[in-house]
């Protein structure tokens, strides 16, 4: 059974590369525009994995990702922030608020998937 990757992500661009690169791997993908989308979207979609952007309109990854830890069903969901951002206050912040890890845009596909498969293994 393939696994369900949700996607948090207020560009349309980001989240076409993000469903092909993950599709492609085999993997089912359930698609949000921004936080609020996202928390609301975790019931049906039942993710295995969340990549969320940290910079969205409404509600931004930090709160989207703290709202995700505040549900018992997935407080072991890995998420993995996306971001352009790469400071250290900002990957601080992202962890304090519940993240399982960071990855720079523009990303490699390879790479991403490689660490989708460890945190989800």
Excluded: H
């Excluded at 089912?28 to 990549?51: F, K, M, Y």
């Excluded at 998420?79 to 951002?85: A, G, K, M, P």
């Amino acid at each position: 059974m393939s696994k369900t990757v949700l996607t948090v992500d207020d560009s349309r661009m980001m989240r076409e590369m993000l469903l092909m690169v993950l599709q492609g791997a085999g993997f089912n993908v359930v698609q949000a525009e921004d936080g609020e989308e996202g928390l609301a979207s975790l019931a049906g979609a039942n993710p295995d994995v969340i990549i969320t952007d940290i910079n969205m309109p409404k509600l931004d990854g930090y709160g989207f990702i703290e709202g995700v830890r505040r549900d018992a069903r997935y407080r072991a969901t890995p998420i993995l922030v996306l971001s352009t951002e790469s400071s250290a206050e900002k990957k601080s912040r992202a962890r304090e608020a519940g993240a399982t890890g960071w990855i720079v845009k523009p990303f490699q596909a390879e790479s991403l998937l490689d660490v989708i498969r460890r945190v989800s293994a």
